[in-house]
């Protein structure tokens, strides 16, 4: 249990630091095909993801963003290919 806390709190700062100091943070999280966010059933305790998302470009600099790329992120090849 204690392990899940500060996993939550590092995730509250990075995305609070991240927020504050987007432009430090723009080059990482346009290469980055997911962003780690708070998720909860009360919107209070979580964070907003699509804020996030949107703000912070998540993606944007990735060939998942290109139309023409054909490549899908989520499927195994791109799982397998996201990690290398």
Do not use: H, Y
């Amino acid at each position: 249990m204690r392990k899940k806390q500060s996993d939550c709190k590092c995730v509250e700062n990075l995305n609070t630091l991240a927020l504050k100091d987007q432009e430090k943070v723009l080059p990482l999280s346009r290469q980055c095909l997911s962003w780690p966010v708070r998720v909860s059933k009360r919107k209070v305790f979580g964070d907003n993801a699509d804020e996030l998302i949107l703000k912070l470009q998540i993606g944007a600099g990735t060939i998942a963003n290109d139309p023409a790329a054909r490549f899908n992120p989520r499927s195994r090849f791109g799982k397998i290919s996201a990690d290398a």
